[in-house]
C-alpha cells in the first residue's frame, strides 16, 4: 500500500472530526505548494492572487462575485502556527463533543458556525464606519469561528467536564471554552478584528445550537438533510442486476427440447467415432461441451 492509498483510506475509515482536520490539512498543503510555485516563477504578490479566491471578502460587491468563499475560508489557512493551533484546539474539543453528540452534528456545527462567523464579519465591516477605509480589501480566513462554536456548544451542553492540563491539573471545560474566548475574541480587540467577529459569530451559534438542542430543536438537522441530499448527487449509482427469466414450458415441449438435444448429442458423438473429434466442425465443438455441461 502506497503513502497516499494509506491517507485515502484513513480519510474513507476516520470519523467526521478526522475528516475536517484532512480537509483543513489539505486545502493548507495546497495552498503552500501553490505559494511555492508562483514564488520559484517570480509571480508578483503570490497571496493575494490565491486568498482572493479562498478568503471571504468583507465588500459585498465582491463577495456576490465570490459566493462559494463563505465556506471555503474556514478551511483556509496561511502560516503553519495558525492551523497548528486551530487544529489542536478542534480536536481537543471535537473530541468531547463526539462523546455526546452523533458526527454529523459535529459537522454540522462546524460548517453553519463557521457561516454564522463569516455572516458577523460581513456585517460588523459595512455597518461601523471604522471599517469603511479597508472594507473594499478586507479579507477573512481560518477555521477559528468554526472550531469556538464546538468549543462553546461542547462547553454549554456539559460545563463541568472535566479536563487535565499540563502543569495545571484538572479543570472544568467550562473555565478553559470562557479563557480561549477572552483570549482570541475580546482581548486586543483592535488587532486583527475581522477575525475576532467571526470568532464571536460562531461562539453565539454554538451557544444557540446547545440551548435549541435542550429544548428538542436540532439546529444543524435540515441543514444535514440539504448535505446528504447534495452528496447523493455526486455518488456512483449502483449497477442494477437486470435478470431474465424464460417462461415455463409443459412437459410435451421440455420433452420435445430433451429429444432433440439428445438425437444432435447422439449424432456428434456416431461423427466422432468414425472420423475422430478433429472431423467436428467449430458449431459442432461449441455445441458438444455446452450439451456436456448441461448434463
Given at each position: 500500500m502506497t503513502v497516499w492509498e494509506g491517507i485515502k483510506d484513513s480519510f474513507k475509515q476516520g470519523s467526521a472530526l478526522i475528516k475536517l482536520i484532512y480537509v483543513n490539512i489539505g486545502v493548507w498543503l495546497a495552498v503552500t505548494i501553490a505559494y511555492i510555485f508562483l514564488f520559484l516563477f517570480s509571480v508578483p504578490d503570490p497571496s493575494g492572487k490565491i486568498l482572493v479566491w479562498l478568503a471571504i471578502p468583507a465588500y459585498l460587491p465582491a463577495l456576490l462575485?465570490?459566493?462559494?468563499?463563505?465556506?471555503?475560508?474556514?478551511?483556509?489557512?496561511?502560516?503553519?502556527?495558525?492551523?497548528?493551533?486551530?487544529?489542536?484546539?478542534?480536536?481537543?474539543?471535537?473530541?468531547?463533543?463526539?462523546?455526546?453528540?452523533?458526527?454529523?452534528?459535529?459537522?454540522?456545527?462546524?460548517?453553519?458556525?463557521g457561516l454564522s462567523g463569516a455572516l458577523l464579519y460581513v456585517l460588523a465591516f459595512n455597518l461601523f464606519p471604522i471599517f469603511h477605509p479597508v472594507l473594499p480589501h478586507s479579507l477573512a480566513i481560518g477555521a477559528s469561528a468554526s472550531i469556538m462554536a464546538i468549543i462553546v456548544a461542547i462547553s454549554v451542553y456539559v460545563p463541568d467536564y472535566t479536563v487535565h492540563i499540563t502543569l495545571i491539573g484538572p479543570v472544568k471545560i467550562k473555565w478553559v471554552a470562557l479563557t480561549a474566548f477572552i483570549l482570541t475574541t475580546l482581548v486586543d480587540f483592535s488587532s486583527n478584528t475581522g477575525g475576532k467577529f467571526a470568532h464571536l459569530g460562531g461562539a453565539i451559534y454554538g451557544y444557540l445550537f446547545t440551548v435549541q438542542y435542550r429544548r428538542g430543536k436540532d439546529l444543524t438537522r435540515s441543514f444535514n438533510r440539504m448535505l446528504d441530499t447534495l452528496a447523493s448527487w455526486f455518488k456512483p449509482r449502483k449497477k442494477t442486476l437486470h435478470v431474465k427469466y424464460r417462461r415455463p414450458v409443459d412437459d410435451i415441449e421440455y420433452n420435445r427440447q430433451k429429444a432433440e438435444e439428445q438425437k444432435e448429442i447422439d449424432r456428434i458423438l456416431d461423427k466422432i467415432s468414425k472420423g475422430g473429434y478433429d472431423s467436428l466442425t467449430k458449431k459442432e465443438k461449441e455445441t458438444l461441451f455446452k450439451m456436456s455441461n448441461k448434463h
Open positions: 462575485t465570490h459566493p462559494w468563499t463563505i465556506f471555503t475560508y474556514m478551511f483556509t489557512h496561511q502560516s503553519f502556527w495558525h492551523i497548528l493551533f486551530n487544529l489542536l484546539w478542534l480536536y481537543w474539543f471535537g473530541i468531547i463533543f463526539l462523546q455526546y453528540f452523533d458526527p454529523k452534528k459535529l459537522i454540522g456545527v462546524y460548517l453553519l458556525g
